[in-house]
């Protein structure tokens, strides 16, 4: 059985103080995003890939 993957980015948000995450389908897309995140000082990003069948039992 084959498992596709997924990307997840957790990111936070220093001005809000909340920690985020969004899910993207390409390392690529979700790379993108996570450098736009870091707008400031204290923000961060991580970028996670994930088997969408472990994503899909989380849920």
């Known amino acids: 059985m084959e498992m ?3 990307f997840h980015v957790t990111y ?3 001005d809000c103080g909340r920690v985020r995450t969004e899910v ?8 993108r995003f996570a450098s736009r995140c ?3 000082e ?3 990003a991580v970028v996670d890939a994930v088997a969408a069948q472990q ?3 989380a849920a």
């Open 24 to 31: 993207f389908d390409t390392a690529a897309d979700a790379e």
């Open 38 to 40: 870091l707008s400031g």
């Open 12 to 14: 936070f948000e220093a």
């Open 4 to 6: 596709n993957q997924e």
């Open 55 to 57: 994503a899909q039992a």
């Open 42 to 44: 204290h923000d961060w």
